[in-house]
């Protein structure tokens, strides 16, 4: 017998049980995104290369190290599983003009890629929630995204989540600091790890995010950033923090956080736990003001988040979340040829009303089938066998609490099954 096959490795299946939790989850946040006026977008899973590389700069670990690219056998064209959203959703914006109907708030979820060491929280195909409003220049924007990722955690009551922020400024200031920070490096180059060495000259800014704990002394001594921010930035930063404030929203200002990507600029942030071990950042994002432009479009202010779906789940169940796996309302036990063929018109009936039910297939006893309708969760059984399909009736049997078994006619059905379920409803305390 040939072996098995299995997933890619760090590619899971969401099986039944968790994708009920999966939907249950993203019913939430549709509702949360709702409520903030944005609207869906969706792009493809599969991008030209170039728009990574151009947006989220060439010597980053993602663009180096991480991204699935192949090159397409029938057309040489150079491709790439996304890694992450908002370079494909600007593309998207700019591509179809959306812009010219005044600014977006747009959200997307869904897989995305990346080559990396799989591990708890950490997956090579990993689901993001990307939320991103364009053509806001102005800091209410930012700190809305912020209100926002709070109002969150409270609907799913989450704990222990907490807020850092920075400014990277501009462009130009950031290219003073980065003069500053280089010239600094330089001069204790013998300590500095091989990450270290290899962004000195490229990326130096991320050398302020190492993890290595021989690093730290190095990077606290570093040129701040925040000492090189104009009046303008800090203003920014300042009506960002003012917004916070006055909701209530504790935070820290982290002056090591730079985010992993090339694209931002002024406002940056994170939601961290200490819940999920070292993979501690559950949320987040900032302003992108100048990747519009640098993707072809005309030039725009922008600025998003994007969370794990993974992570959020983990914190969540953490948290004590659950979700009750999906029930039918009714389902249908039936023997004999005349009851099959009753059973079918009464389970589209009901399902025509609205109801969820659940058809026997595969044959068996009414014994045998009565057990696998229990098990299903079902709160009503509805029972024909060749009694009631000559009848044209319907034996409905509840299936949790009291009540005995009643003839319905066909017709009559969808209303008995309503009148059964809005009793069970009193009972446990319902409507």
Known sequence: MSQSLQAVRGMND??????????????????????????????????????????????????????????????????????????????????????????????????????????????????????????????????????????????????????????????????????????????????????????????????????????????????????????????????????????????????????????YNRTVFEWVTTRLGAQGTVCAGGRYDGLVEQLGGKSAPAAGFAMGIERLLALWQDSGGVAAPATPDVYVVHVGEQAQRLAFRAAESLRAHGFAVVTHCGGGSFKSQMKKADSSGALLAAVIGEDEAAAGEVGLKPLRGPGAQQRINLDGLPDAVAECLFTEDEDDGGV
């Not at 969150?152 to 920075?166: A, F, Q």
């Open 14 to 263: 969401i099986l039944p049980d968790e994708g009920d939790i999966w939907e249950h989850f993203e019913d939430i946040v549709r509702d949360w995104l709702r409520s903030y006026g944005y609207r869906p977008i969706r792009m493809p899973i599969v991008e030209p290369t170039s728009l990574f590389s151009r947006a989220i700069g060439e010597v980053t670990d993602i663009v180096e190290k991480e991204m699935y690219s192949f090159v397409d056998a029938l057309n040489g064209e150079h491709l790439t599983l996304r890694p992450e959203g908002t370079a494909s959703c600007v593309r998207a914006v700019i591509q179809h003009k959306l812009l010219a109907a005044g600014p977006q708030r747009l959200y997307y979820q869904g897989p995305m890629f990346r080559h990396e060491r799989p591990q708890k929280g950490r997956y090579r195909q990993f689901h993001q929630i990307g939320v991103e409003a364009l053509g806001f220049a102005g800091p209410d924007v930012d700190a809305e995204h912020i209100l926002m990722c709070a109002r969150l955690w409270d609907d799913l009551g989450l704990e222990d989540v907490r807020l850092e922020l920075n400014t990277l400024g501009s462009a130009d200031e950031r290219a003073k600091h980065r003069a500053a920070l280089i010239a600094y490096l330089e001069q204790h180059a013998d300590r500095l790890d091989e990450d270290g060495r290899r962004r000195l000259y490229t990326n130096p800014l991320r050398v302020l995010d190492t993890k290595n704990p021989d690093l730290q002394e190095i990077v606290e001594a570093a040129p701040r950033l925040l000492d090189f921010v104009g009046d303008e930035s800090l203003a920014h930063f300042e009506g960002v923090q003012a917004i916070v404030k006055d909701a209530g929203i504790p935070f820290r200002i982290n002056h090591r956080l730079v985010r992993g990507l090339d694209y």
